[in-house]
């Protein structure tokens, strides 16, 4: 396999440099006189000072010696300064749209150059934007340094509002960017662009925009419609005509396989390595007049599993009897759910509201559901053979149109018996309301306020559902009450363990620049080291300054009641397995050592591992050639599910979507998750952790590569692991529903506690 990663080769292990004590001053008064041949940046109380072109005579600062790895943040800031001045003299033609990570726009390659007209061309396009970012790694046990390349494709819109006033197009009401050139980079860097609110009304050659700050005003020739397909479409609608528009825009449709092709998109890659890296097929030398050089490898490097990844077994009774090692729908179908003898709703009461001109097709709809598609090869027994149901009883209410008063009327003239479940049919329109209008929201959260979670079906899939859907609807119902479809085995340790999944989201006002950020809901999940789902504590928003103590308190809460549950012994060792999506400073290592401190009749061991798909990392096998998709060739390049790279003793990347798991060409390349053990950052004191950190990292992404076949959404294998999709969907439903008037998240702190309503 292939990183998308090109090695930098310098051949020193130390280096010298010139530094001088920091102050805000001093560095801006350097970079007044020297900026034009002289780089200048800060590490610690220093300031650091790359010489690129300046007179040999001029001397600043004093030689100090650094360790090219031991004090890699300052080597890192070198390589990138010597690479940005580098990449200006040889390619002038180019305006770096950022310093880091450093970004540029192709010259070549727009798209939709050709439709445009004349007078168009070149001020709107749409092209590719290359992308590099510097990285350490110690892969196989070798540090080194070195860039990463991304491609992606982003608009350019160089028109100004005035330009765009003078021409009469109507900019009152639209989203608008703010474009500042930063002090002495004119024609070094692109200017800044930064979303400042809505145009709300033109005077002569300035604007008056509502930020959040108040409204206020601007240069016109300063200002710039957001890039954005709706913004952009308008436009050429306006300039050209509503078929032209139309016609630019399903150019870029048309071509998004082509765009994200994996092939096309190695190809680039290695195209542009080459461009930046080498001269007349020789090797670019990157340095300074310091002495510091290096030059970077044309080839990506070559990389090969760390470990192997295990399809985890799929256990369906109690005893561990029942098992299937390849297909958790199959054990289901055999076997039935692993909770099927405690499962306590044997004949569930499901609430079902449907418009009534659907209801010829709604109750075929659930007459599939609970008995089955007999001709189908997945779900031939239905909801209520496959799940062990004794019956399964559909009250069935019809509403005259499609509206909130309807909705709730028809769950308030519900019986007295509180139903189990609802299934309640919508349009597939409600998904393009805005959040504070939509009746999706407002009928959730009246169905959870009263302790009953909901399926949504839309009308659509109601008159075309198939065993697919079907399936997975049942899972999703068995799942939403109470029920455990399956588990996976048990990690067989001394140790006690409990996967935690810690999800939060900040709450803000808008997208706008300024917009405050000062509440933050936070969501914790329990999982056992099967996968059981445990329990999910308290879900609130809190005021940022009160996270600390409100973390603090769920998890306390949480493990007394487990240790109680599962009778736990003092002195037992405790593992702690956190899944964040992003940790908020070192808030959380904060936490867990007051935790340590008040819960001190345990041994408590404890990992922090960031899951995500943000990151610039991309995994290619130049051996995969690709599979039959209905007669298309897709995913070559890919590699299969679970290949992974130890980027170094912290971070792991795992390709969890191989070529097996695509569904078509159009989702293009498949990025890797990146797995991290986090440690805390900065000059934070670490003595009292490190004995408490658990550094297993083989085992850890072993761990979460099971939890991704536990979603219980789908029979398909995910992309994260149980605990991030659990936190995730509880964080976004909740976001959501805190417009909807007399929503209260402590109705979910009950009844709901234990099962998964937010599927």
Known sequence: MQLNYFPIQIDFERYQINTEPYTQERLAELRALYNSTHSFFKNGDAIFISNKDGDDSITIGKLSERSTFGDYQITASLIKHIFFRTFKDRFPQYTPVDFYPFRFFSGKEDIIKSALPEKLQDKISYKKLIEVQLRLTEINGVKRFGFLINIRRNWIFNISCAELHAEGFDLKGLDILHAETLPGLTDILAPNEEFVGILKEVTGNKAKVETNEGLKEYELNELFIRKTKFNIGNYLSFATSQPKSDEILNIIESKRSDIYNPQSLYTEINKIAEHLFTETRQPVLFQNKDSFCYSVDSKPIEVSNTIQLKTPTFIFDYAATKTNNFNPDAGLSNYGPYDSITFDIKTPNILCICNKINRGVFTNFLSGLKDGLPQSKYFQKGLQRKYDLQDVLFNIKEIQDFTVAEYLNAIRSEDESKPHLAIIEIPAAFKRYDDSNNPYYTIKAKLLSLEIPVQYVTSEIIKNHNEYILNSLALQLYAKMGGIPWVLPSQRSVDREIVI????????????????????????????????????????????????????????????????????????????????????????FDVISQLVREINKYNIKFA??????????????????????????????????????????????????????????????????????????????????????????????????????????????????????????ISHLLGKMRSVPGWDADKLNYGLKRKKWFL
């Open 608 to 729: 922090f591992v960031t899951i995500s798909q943000t990151h610039p990392n991309m995994l290619f096998d130049v051996n995969q050639s690709g599979v039959q998709n209905y007669g298309n060739t897709i995913g070559a390049l890919i590699p299969n599910r679970g290949s992974n790279i130890f980027l170094d003793s912290e971070t792991c990347i795992v390709q969890m979507l191989g070529a097996n798991e695509l569904k078509t060409s159009k989702q293009g390349m498949s990025k890797p998750i990146q797995i991290k053990i986090r440690t805390p950052q900065g000059n934070y004191d670490k003595n009292d952790l490190n004995d408490l950190i658990f550094h297993d990292l083989s085992y850890i992404t072993q761990q979460i590569f099971s939890f991704t076949y536990l979603s219980w959404r789908s029979f398909l294998p995910g992309e994260e692991p149980a605990t991030m999709k659990y936190s995730n969907l």
């Open 501 to 588: 999944g810690i999800g939060h989201s900040w709450l803000r006002k808008n997208q706008y620049a300024g917009a405050k950020q000062n509440r933050v809901v936070g969501i914790t999940t329990f999982l056992s080291s099967d996968g059981q789902y445990l329990l999910a504590d308290k879900v609130k928003d809190v005021a940022f300054e009160n996270y600390f103590a409100e973390l603090l308190k769920s998890l306390n809460n949480s493990i007394h009641r487990l240790s109680t549950e599962q009778g736990w012994s003092e002195g037992e060792t405790v593992r702690l397995i956190f899944h964040i999506f992003k940790p908020i400073k070192n808030i959380e």
